[in-house]
T-cell receptor
Framework: KAGVTQTPRYLIKTRGQQVTLSCSPI?????VSWYQQTPGQGLQFLFE???????NKGNFPGRFSGRQFSNSRSEMNVSTLELGDSALYLC????????????FGSGTRLTVV | QQQVKQSPQSLIVQKGGISIINCAYE??????FPWYQQFPGKGPALLIA?????SEKKEGRFTISFNKSAKQFSLHIMDSQPGDSATYFC??????????????FGSGTRLQVQP
């Protein structure tokens, strides 16, 4: 069974640009969550999608957005990039049922210069 | 009230020893407490998880102890091996049916097991 796939693995962007990250969940998983990991703030929840609907959102500015497609694949977008957006962005999928844990991908390492 | 506090920040254990990592939470609505292991360049991998209706759960060399009244839970790694050297995160989450299901992570513990 394939795991959670995130693309690209590495990305370098310039301040002010926008970026789109992609996540393919485990087959059959309908819940996709995104997390930001930085040395200073640790792992922080961005948002969760279930059946194409945003179900929960963390405390991040509106520059961070996401969506989920009918095949459960998800994308997150960050507009007007700031230096502080440099981080490892992790996607996690779950079957969305009680007792089911989250499986994380290897992440996309975003560097803003 | 969403915070999960994890200690210690780093831990050095001899091969064959017991590694113990502790976490404390504040939100009494949390009902799912997983532990994740993360190696450099990889995403966190689920190790073991517990719900508050049990006080202990064991899977192989990994054991979670849970104290609901104290709002604390801990990870014990028995017979620690050099391959266990990684960063460990505790986490907590509200119930699935609240619509607020999101993991709140501890700050992480860097474990080094010396041969």
């Amino acid at each position: 069974k394939a795991g959670v796939t995130q693309t690209p693995r590495y990305l370098i962007k310039t301040r002010g640009q926008q970026v789109t990250l992609s996540c393919s969940p485990i087959s059959g998983h309908r819940s996709v969550s995104w997390y930001q990991q930085t040395p200073g703030q640790g792992l922080q929840f961005l948002f969760e999608y279930f059946s194409e609907t945003q179900r929960n959102k963390g405390n991040f500015p509106g520059r961070f957005s996401g969506r989920q497609f009918s095949n459960s694949r998800s994308e997150m977008n960050v507009s007007t990039l700031e230096l502080g957006d440099s981080a490892l962005y992790l996607c996690a999928s779950s079957a969305g049922q009680k007792g089911q844990g989250y499986t994380f991908g290897s992440g996309t390492r975003l560097t803003v210069v | 009230q969403q915070q999960v506090k994890q200690s210690p920040q780093s831990l050095i254990v001899q091969k064959g020893g017991i590694s113990i990592i502790n976490c404390a939470y504040e939100n009494t609505a949390f009902d799912y407490f997983p532990w994740y292991q993360q190696f450099p360049g990889k995403g966190p991998a689920l190790l073991i998880a517990i719900r508050p209706d049990v006080s202990e759960k064991k899977e192989g060399r990994f054991t979670i102890s849970f104290n609901k009244s104290a709002k604390q839970f801990s990870l014990h790694i028995m017979d620690s091996q050099p391959g266990d050297s990684a960063t460990y995160f505790c986490a907590a989450s509200p119930p699935m049916d609240t619509g607020r299901r999101a993991l709140t992570f501890g700050s992480g513990t860097r474990l080094q097991v010396q041969p």
